[in-house]
DNA sequence: TTTACTGCAAACATTTTGCAGATGT
DNA sequence: ACATCTGCAAAATGTTTGCAGTAAA
């Protein structure tokens, strides 16, 4: 199953209509291997179908981000942009800025570290965000990706 | 040295008037032990001083981070604040949810982990950004702090 | 006297909202 | 019929900018 599937599925499980233009901005956001900001998504799905409004766009983006379907990350310029993920595990997210691709990074062994400092400073941790930013190998090396 | 005063040093070092605006900006800061948005600041500014634009305080809180004196941080609700903090080294932060302290978190073992993610994803990490949400202890026990 | 700083208001960018009409169930 | 969804335009936010005046070097 693809990954526009799967997004129009969250939506039909939690309840909400698969409309043509959910489905639309299912598709846009599936397409996307990275990164994307609202307005871009309105300026694509425009190019595809004539009708589509702004705020269409925010609260389908609101949907998907409340069945965390996608995220909502912040750039370190501050812009907001969104992320596709998986739904199903805590994560985090590592950015590329060339390219603006973006891939899932496991919490792993950043949990234990978030409990040291919960014990260590006495707060009781209720969420935590890593977020990462570098270049990706394709955009660091050229066309092979190979670290020299 | 107070806050205060290392704030103002800290523009005066990298060759800015230490205006009484940004002296009065340097005060608010230090005077928040936690996370603090631009609109905050100017409300608290005008009550003090009755002059003081919003683009002062902008710009002013620009500078300061521009000199790594504060730093602006994403809320889990989207909206920015900005949090005082340590110029010299790489480091996180952890805001209580409750009152909206803030702590400087070590980078540490972090490092590692990073390194490991670069590793193993093959990307060149440029910047990482750890943000902890949480209840100070002295939110969540009341007065003492002390957890049962 | 030359440059840095400031307030103001306007410009801008981004996101939200109210509402009448269209669409899906 | 009924609730949900949609586009539009207006409003609410949040931030930046142009500029003329003020203060500092």
Redesign the interface.
């Known amino acids: 199953m693809d990954q526009t599937a799967r997004i129009i599925q969250a939506l039909e499980r939690a309840g909400y209509q698969p409309t043509p233009n959910r489905r639309l901005v299912a598709r846009l956001v599936a397409a996307t291997g990275g990164h994307f900001t609202a307005a871009e998504l309105l300026e694509r799905g425009r190019r595809e179908r004539v009708k589509i409004g702004r705020a269409t766009i925010f609260r389908a983006l609101d949907l998907l981000t409340s069945l965390r379907v996608v995220e ?1 990350l ?1 750039l ?1 310029t ?1 812009a ?1 942009a969104y992320v596709v993920c998986d739904p199903d595990e805590h994560h985090h997210h ?1 950015v ?2 060339g390219c603006g691709r973006s ?1 899932d ?1 496991a919490d ?3 949990a234990e ?2 409990a040291e ?2 014990g260590r ?17 394709s955009c ?1 090396g050229g066309a092979s ?1 190979a ?1 020299s």
Chains 1, 2 share one sequence.
């Not at 400073?121 to 190998?137: D, K, M, Q, T, V």
């Open positions: 909502r912040d370190p501050g907001h590592l590329c800025s891939e990074v792993g062994e950043l570290l978030v400092i919960a400073s006495g707060y009781r941790i209720e969420a935590h965000r890593l977020e990462l930013f570098g270049i990706c190998p660091a990706g670290l």
